[in-house]
Nanobody, 124 residues
Framework: QVQLQESGPGLVQPSQTLSLTCTTSGDSITSYYYYWTWIRQPPGKGLEWMGAIVYNGNTYYSPSLKSRTSISRDTSKNQVTLQLSSVTPEDTAQYYC????????????????WGQGIQVTVSS
């Protein structure tokens, strides 16, 4: 019964840095067969994968967001943090923390557990 919970500010001013935290319960964030991702969905648009952090701490980012995105972790607190810098109103979206199962085989990535999501609005 793994659970993911996003937390952070619901309102961020333009040009500032958004910081969201995903707290995991029921499992370690260093589990070998799982990794943690951040996905967002702007109003009226589809899901957008932002980046991921795997069991050994390596990170991967969407090319379109790499320059502004940083994902880190605190293993003692079982938390994964997303930081998105220089935000604009276009960054307004529902942000999700999602655990992915990966067996190590090609094309084996599968969404496993979703957080409930957190609405973030970028506005002055």
């Amino acid at each position: 019964q793994v659970q993911l919970q996003e937390s952070g500010p619901g309102l961020v001013q333009p040009s500032q840095t958004l910081s969201l935290t995903c707290t995991t319960s029921g499992d370690s964030i260093t589990s070998y067969y799982y990794y943690w991702t951040w996905i967002r969905q702007p109003p009226g648009k589809g899901l957008e994968w932002m980046g991921a952090i795997v069991y050994n701490g390596n990170t991967y980012y969407s090319p379109s967001l790499k320059s502004r995105t940083s994902i880190s972790r605190d293993t003692s607190k079982n938390q994964v943090t997303l930081q998105l810098s220089s935000v604009t109103p276009e960054d307004t979206a529902q942000y999700y923390c999602v655990r992915i199962y990966y067996s190590g085989l090609a094309y084996s990535h599968r969404p496993d557990v979703w957080g409930q999501g957190i609405q973030v609005t970028v506005s002055s």
